[in-house]
């Protein structure tokens, strides 16, 4: 599985940003997907996951309300847009996936910067 993240950039606080994921290497019939974030000096922090077959998703409750997950399965890519961006959102976001069965996120793609001014 290859993930590979992309939309990253800066952005002036209140705005909006869209960040993409475009997964290959296989089908992802019953995988899940998610999106994870690292700001400086802090753990990688859980964002958002969504269910590929029906797209059932659920949030942190730090981005609930903000940002919104989905999936293109035509395009094999899971997007996650941003609203009313904080400073405290800057950080390095990873996209993730999770095959069937599992407990424990697989792949990860390679990580977009997002950089938001106060």
């Known amino acids: 599985v290859q993930l590979q993240a992309s939309g990253g950039g800066l952005v002036q606080a209140g705005g909006s940003l869209k960040l993409s994921c475009e997964a290959s290497g296989r089908t992802f019939t019953n995988w899940i997907m998610g999106w994870f974030r690292q700001a400086p000096g802090k753990e990688r922090e859980f964002l958002a996951r969504i269910t590929w077959n029906l797209g059932t998703s659920n949030y942190a409750d730090s981005v609930k309300g903000r940002f919104t997950i989905s999936r293109d399965k035509a395009k094999n890519t899971v997007a996650l847009h941003m609203d009313r961006l904080q400073f405290e959102d800057t950080a390095v976001y990873y996209c993730?996936?999770?095959?069937?069965?599992?407990?424990?996120?697989?792949?990860w793609g390679q990580g977009t910067l997002v950089t938001v001014s106060s």
């Open positions: 993730a996936s999770m095959r069937p069965m599992s407990r424990s996120w697989n792949s």
